[in-house]
C-alpha cells in the first residue's frame, strides 16, 4: 500500500506530526520500532508501580497560555492534568537554602523578592523579558514561515548565563532563577537565552504533572492518529530509505517490508536519518550532522515507597549540594537531583545528569546484559543520588535505575543525550536545524531541531508539516 507520509517514530514529534497530517487528509503511517509508541513519553512497570521515562511535567496549558493552544488542538487537554503548587512549584534547594519559583509572573517575582528584596525591579524586568519571548516563540505556531525570522532575535545569540548575569548583580540570584534548570541542561555554557526564556516562562504561567502516567500522552495521540485513518506499526525498524532522482519514495524495515510513500518525515535525531540514505547526502553534510555535540544524558532512579510512609509533594525538587550549577564534573560523585514525585506518592524518580564518558565502556552491550561491573557502578550512584534526599532512604521499598546507555537503547539518540543536539548561541546556523533536508521530500521533527521539551518539539512538529500542506495549521 501507498501511503502520502510514513513516519519513522513514535515519539511526541512523530506522533503530534501524524496527529495533524492525518487531521488534514492525509494518508499517514508510522513505523516505530519498538513495542509501544511513545518515545521519551514512554511508561513502563517496575515492582507493580508504573513510571515514566522522561516525562514529568509541563507548564502554560491553561487558557491564554503558551502550550495550551497546542494541546488544545492535539486534544490533549481532556487528560487528567492535576495543578502543582501555586505557591512552589518547582523547590529549589543550593547548599541547604530553600528557595520558591511561585506561579504568575507577579506572584514570581515577588516570592523571590522576599528572599531578594533588592533584585525586586531586575525580576519585574527579567518575567518581562521571558514573557515578550515566549508570545514571539508562539506566534510561529499559527506563522510557521516567520520561524527564521525569530531565529535571528538577539536573546538566541545570547548566552543563558551571559544574559542573567547582565540583569541580576546577585549571584545566588542568578542560581536560584535558573536552579530548575536540570530540565534544560543548564551546564551548556552556550546554551541560547532564548531557549530557557520559552521554557521557563510556561512554566511558570502555571505547572501541571499527571494523575497518570505519561503514556496516557501518547495513547491519546495514537488513538486520535487511528480514529482519523492513520496507522502504527510497532516493531517496525527502519533500516533504510530508498532514494531515486534526488527524492525519497519509501522505506524499508529490517523485516524487508517495503513501504512507498509520498513524503517520509523522520523524528528520529538526524545523525541516525542520514544513515537510512547515506548515499543520497554529500559529505560535508554528513560530517556536520554528526559532529554536532549532544546534551548530557540523565542517571534515573525510578523508586517505589512503601504505603503511608511518605507524604505526597505537589512541587518539584532541584537539590544542588555545594554545586556549581553551570558545570558539570563526571567523575564527581553526584552533587545535584531532580526529584519529580508521582501524584499519589506512591513513587518518585530522582535525576541526575550523567556523562556518556561514565557509560561508554559498555556501550557495545545490551539491555539486561552489561555484567557485574555495570550494576555495582549504577548501585553506587543510586546511593549517591539518595545521599541528597535523606528524608526518602526509610520510605524506599524498591528501585531500578537506568543510565544514558538506557536511553540510547530505546531512543535511538547518541550518546543517550537527553536534550537531544546541543544548542549553541555562537553557532546558531550549526546547532539549529531546519526541518528540511537536501532530500526535498525527508523532513526532520522533534527536539533535536529547535527547542526541546514537550513545548519545543509541539512547536516544531507544526513547523515540519507545514512543509507539507503548506497552509495554517491551528
Known amino acids: 500500500m501507498k501511503y502520502d507520509v510514513v513516519i519513522i517514530g513514535a515519539g511526541l514529534g512523530g506522533l503530534e506530526c501524524a496527529y495533524i497530517l492525518a487531521k488534514n487528509g492525509l494518508k499517514v503511517c508510522i513505523l516505530e520500532k519498538c513495542g509501544v509508541v511513545g518515545g521519551a513519553l514512554q511508561s513502563f512497570k517496575r515492582a507493580g508501580t508504573k513510571f ?56 514570581f517575582t515577588d516570592t523571590l523578592a522576599e528572599d531578594f528584596p533588592s ?3 531586575s525580576l519585574r524586568k527579567f518575567v518581562g523579558v521571558i514573557a515578550s519571548t515566549a508570545a514571539r516563540a508562539n506566534a510561529v505556531i499559527n506563522e510557521p514561515s516567520s520561524a527564521y525570522d525569530l531565529f535571528s532575535d538577539p536573546l538566541f545569540s545570547t548566552s543563558t548565563r551571559d544574559y542573567l548575569v547582565s540583569c541580576f548583580n546577585d549571584r545566588l540570584l542568578i542560581d536560584v532563577i535558573a536552579g530548575s534548570g536540570l530540565k534544560i541542561d543548564i551546564t551548556q555554557k552556550n546554551l541560547p537565552f532564548f531557549i530557557f526564556a520559552e521554557i521557563s516562562n510556561a512554566y511558570i504561567q502555571s505547572a501541571y504533572r499527571l494523575e497518570c502516567e505519561g503514556g496516557a500522552i501518547a495513547e491519546s495521540l495514537s488513538d486520535d492518529v487511528r480514529r482519523m ?42 545523525a541516525v536519518t542520514i544513515s537510512f540514505a547515506d548515499d543520497s547526502f554529500g559529505n560535508i553534510y554528513k560530517r556536520r550532522i554528526r559532529s554536532l555535540n549532544q546534551t548530557l544524558g540523565m542517571f534515573t532512579v525510578n523508586v517505589k515507597l512503601k504505603n503511608n510512609t511518605f507524604p505526597y509533594r505537589n512541587y518539584n525538587e532541584f537539590i544542588y549540594d555545594k554545586a556549581d550549577m553551570w558545570s558539570f564534573d563526571a567523575y564527581k560523585p553526584v ?41 555495582t557502578f549504577k548501585a553506587r550512584k543510586v546511593q549517591e543520588c ?32 537527553a536534550y ?38 509541539s512547536m516544531t512538529s507544526v ?3 507545514n512543509r507539507i500542506i503548506k497552509t495554517k495549521i491551528l
Request: negative net charge.
Open 386 to 417: 539518595f545521599r541528597l534526599v535523606p528524608e526518602i532512604t526509610d520510605a524506599v521499598e524498591s528501585c531500578t535505575a537506568s543510565t544514558p546507555l538506557t536511553w540510547q537503547n530505546y531512543t535511538a539518540a547518541p550518546e543517550g543525550g
Open 119 to 121: 533584585q525586586k525591579d
Open 52 to 107: 515514566d521515562t522522561g516525562f514529568h511535567y509541563v507548564g502554560g496549558i491553561e487558557d491564554g497560555q503558551s502550550l495550551y493552544p497546542l494541546f488544545k488542538y492535539f486534544n490533549l487537554l481532556h487528560l487528567p492534568w492535576h495543578k502543582l503548587d501555586t505557591d512552589c512549584f518547582d523547590r529549589i534547594v543550593i547548599d541547604g537554602r530553600t528557595f520558591r519559583h511561585a506561579n504568575g509572573y507577579k506572584h
Open 420 to 457: 537531544g543536539i546541543m544548542k549553541d548561541c555562537n553557532s546558531l546556523s550549526t546547532t539549529m536545524l531546519s526541518p528540511a533536508t537536501h532530500i526535498p521530500n525527508l523532513i526532520l521533527t522533534g527536539q533535536n531541531l529547535n527547542i526541546h521539551g514537550v513545548m519545543g518539539v
Open 463 to 465: 513547523l515540519s508539516c
Open 335 to 375: 552533587d545535584r537531583v531532580m526529584v519529580s514525585y508521582h501524584y499519589g506518592a506512591q513513587s518518585l524518580d530522582l535525576m541526575t545528569p550523567m556523562s556518556w564518558k561514565q557509560v561508554e565502556r559498555w556501550a557495545d552491550t545490551s539491555v539486561g546484559n552489561r555484567g557485574a561491573e555495570y550494576e
Open 229 to 270: 485513518g492513520g496507522v502504527i506499526f510497532t516493531k517496525q525498524e527502519v533500516m533504510s530509505i530508498a532514494v531515486k532522482d534526488g527524492k525519497a519514495y519509501g522505506v524499508t524495515t529490517t523485516d524487508g517490508v517495503f513501504y512507498e510513500s509520498d513524503w517520509i518525515v523522520s523524528d528520529v535525531h538526524p
